[in-house]
C-alpha cells in the first residue's frame, strides 16, 4: 500500500477531538473520533441451562461509537503527558483509566507511522502522546491496531510491517496485506 493512500485514510481523523476513549479486554484501547452514532445489535436469545437470571430473557445490546474508531490491539502501548509516561500496556486499570481520561477531549495533530522502528505515534494537542509498539508481539503476526472508517472499511497495521484496506465484514484471513516501508506522517507535512 502506497504511503499517500494510508495518508488518505488517516487524514479525516487529524484535527478531531479524540472521545470515549476506553480500555477494552486486557490492554485493548478504543479511541473514537467524529460524530457518535449509535448502534444496535441483533436480539440475543436466551440459551439453556444459563446460570444468570438475566439471561433468561431477550436482549439487544446498544453500543455508541464513533464515525471513526482508532483500536490498538495486540500490541505494546504508552500513553504520555508531554515527557512523563501516565500508563503503559502492563499498567493497573485504574491507571489506564486516568491516562486515558487526559487523552479523551484532546485533538489529534499527527500520526507517525515508523516502519523501521515498527512505533506508530498518535499525537494529541495538549501534550498527549500514545506510541504503539510490537516490543513483546514479535513471534507472531499481529494487529498492532485497525482504524475503522465511516465506510465500513478497516486499515489494519500488522507486526510484520504489512497493512491492509479492506471491508470491516471481511472474512479473517482472506484480507490482502502488502508491505509498507519508511516513515508515514499524517498529515504530510512535506
Request: aromatic share 14%; with cysteine.
Amino acid at each position: 500500500m502506497k504511503e499517500e493512500k494510508i495518508q488518505d485514510i488517516l487524514l479525516p481523523i487529524i484535527g478531531q477531538f479524540v472521545w470515549g476513549a476506553k480500555q477494552g479486554y486486557g490492554s485493548f484501547l478504543n479511541l473514537e473520533f467524529g460524530n457518535p452514532k449509535t448502534e444496535f445489535s441483533g436480539i440475543y436469545k436466551p440459551k439453556e441451562k444459563n446460570k444468570f437470571p438475566f439471561n433468561e430473557f431477550e436482549n439487544r445490546h446498544v453500543t455508541i461509537k464513533g464515525e471513526h474508531t482508532f483500536f490498538i490491539y495486540m500490541s505494546n502501548w504508552k500513553i504520555y503527558a508531554k515527557e512523563n509516561e501516565l500508563a503503559h500496556d502492563e499498567s493497573e486499570r485504574e491507571e489506564i483509566e486516568f491516562a486515558l481520561g487526559f487523552i479523551n477531549g484532546q485533538k489529534l495533530n499527527k500520526i507517525i507511522i515508523n516502519t523501521k522502528k515498527n512505533i506508530t505515534e498518535l499525537e494529541f494537542d495538549l501534550g498527549g502522546i500514545i506510541m504503539i509498539s510490537d516490543e513483546n508481539y514479535a513471534d507472531e503476526n499481529y494487529e498492532l491496531w485497525n482504524f475503522y472508517t465511516e465506510s465500513d472499511k478497516v486499515l489494519t497495521y500488522r507486526n510484520d510491517r504489512k497493512s491492509s484496506y479492506e471491508k470491516a465484514k471481511m472474512e479473517f484471513g482472506k484480507e490482502k496485506f502488502t508491505e509498507i516501508n519508511g516513515i508515514i506522517t499524517c498529515p504530510n507535512t512535506v
